[in-house]
């Protein structure tokens, strides 16, 4: 082999490698940039994943605030009934005790027509709103029957049995 061979071999051997060398670099840049695509990639698969959490997450809002609603609806409603049963069950009571004082003044009523006491009863407010006023009315007029004596009594009572 003459040196000129070799130079002109070598020289071929350097551009050989050169031209690996490049085509290396070549790889490297582009698997960087296929590194690089995937991660943007990556990135928009990311906003994409991220607006349709956010759509979901303002989906769940809704039907959250919905539900809230539905449940404020139902509880007004149940407290309404609540005050509607308590009204009448006041009502309720409230007659109850008219009827009470009716029969009361009633009885007393009767006993004067009949002659059976001789001190003039005091008149019951019949105001239904002064329960209080009218028990203690009530109250003030039984203990009459009470200081009779056996002979005062009547054969017959309304209501009471007759002391022996």
């Known amino acids: 082999m003459t040196p000129e061979e070799f130079q002109r071999i070598k020289e071929a051997e350097k551009e050989h490698l050169r031209s690996l ?3 290396k670099q ?7 940039q296929k590194k690089l695509t995937g991660a943007v990639d990556n990135i928009t698969r990311t906003e994409n994943l991220l607006d349709e959490n956010d759509a979901l ?3 769940l809002a809704m039907e959250t605030a919905h539900n809230e609603a539905k449940l404020e609806v139902a509880l007004e409603s149940a407290a309404a009934q609540e005050s ?3 009204a009448e069950e006041a009502r309720t009571k409230l007659d109850e005790d008219l009827k009470k004082i009716r029969a009361q003044d009633l009885v007393r009523q009767l006993k004067n027509q009949m002659g059976e006491t001789d001190t003039p009863t005091t008149p ?6 002064s329960t209080a006023e009218t028990s203690e009315a009530v109250s003030d007029a039984e203990p009459e029957s009470e200081t009779a004596t056996d002979e005062d009594l009547p054969e017959k009572t309304l209501g009471r049995m007759r002391r022996k």
Do not use: F, H, S
């Not at 070549?26 to 960087?32: G, K, M």
């Open 57 to 59: 997450v303002d989906n």
């Open 26 to 32: 070549a790889v490297r840049d582009l698997e960087r």
């Open 124 to 129: 019951v407010e019949r105001n239904v709103d």
């Open 21 to 23: 060398k490049k085509l």
């Open 84 to 86: 509607i049963r308590r």
